[in-house]
T-cell receptor
Framework: EAQVTQNPRYLITVTGKKLTVTCSQN?????MSWYRQDPGLGLRQIYY???????DKGDVPEGYKVSRKEKRNFPLILESPSPNQTSLYFC?????????????FGPGTRLTVL | KQEVTQIPAALSVPEGENLVLNCSFT??????LQWFRQDPGKGLTSLLL?????REQTSGRLNASLDKSSGRSTLYIAASQPGDSATYLC?????????????FGKGTLLTVNP
């Protein structure tokens, strides 16, 4: 089954404790990205990656890091989480082929930073 | 900067009614437009994708239209059912270049009453 998976689905942590949210897709997609969703603000892009070893900032990159060492994986790293990073996070992927435009989203990771 | 607006923010209808959800965007230079459904605390499910060259797409009881020149899209749901209750999100893709970023509206919360 074609899918985007995220782990963990739920996480409660404390300020300053480094964490990683994993994202993996099995569709051989070149493009992957991370979004966060907050009440009243909607979904906003954090980082994206066009392919292996190619990443760039989205609209709200502060406080986050990403890496793309393999095509299927795109982890989101919070080196020193703060309470304002409490949010619902989504990973997405799509193919970089003409005519194949649909973006697929993971199930989301609900992060609470105390 | 692309902005996406969805009206109404919330809608409550009796079961069986046909309904229309509206989406408008400020920059007509879009690559495509995608409608999603989001259930409470859950991920995004893609409903329909309309390419910039298309006028509409249909899937079952759903029909989405696109008028790129006027910056508008509508999602028509026929014969609504309680299971259709969810938040519906409209997103435009202004990529085609290096970032296939989706810019999202804030959504319409639909409640279908039995």
């Amino acid at each position: 089954e074609a899918q985007v998976t995220q782990n963990p689905r739920y996480l409660i942590t404390v300020t300053g404790k480094k964490l990683t949210v994993t994202c993996s897709q099995n569709m051989n997609h070149e493009y992957m990205s991370w979004y966060r969703q907050d009440p009243g603000l909607g979904l906003r892009q954090i980082y994206y990656s066009m392919n292996v070893e190619v990443t760039d900032k989205g609209d709200v990159p502060e406080g986050y890091k990403v890496s793309r060492k393999e095509k299927r994986n795109f982890p989101l790293i919070l080196e020193s989480p703060s309470p304002n990073q409490t949010s619902l996070y989504f990973c997405a992927s799509r193919a970089r082929l003409a005519g194949v435009n649909e973006q697929f989203f993971g199930p989301g990771t609900r992060l609470t930073v105390l | 900067k692309q902005e996406v607006t969805q009206i109404p923010a919330a809608l409550s209808v009796p079961e069986g009614e046909n309904l229309v959800l509206n989406c408008s965007f400020t920059d007509s230079a879009i690559y495509n437009l995608q409608w999603f459904r989001q259930d409470p605390g859950k991920g995004l499910t893609s409903l329909l994708l309309i390419q910039s060259s298309q006028r509409e797409q249909t899937s079952g009881r759903l029909n989405a239209s696109l008028d790129k020149s006027s910056g508008r899209s509508t999602l028509y749901i026929a014969a609504s059912q309680p299971g259709d209750s969810a938040t519906y999100l409209c997103a435009v893709n202004v990529g085609g270049g290096s970032n296939y970023k989706l810019t999202f509206g804030k959504g319409t919360l639909l409640t279908v009453n039995p």
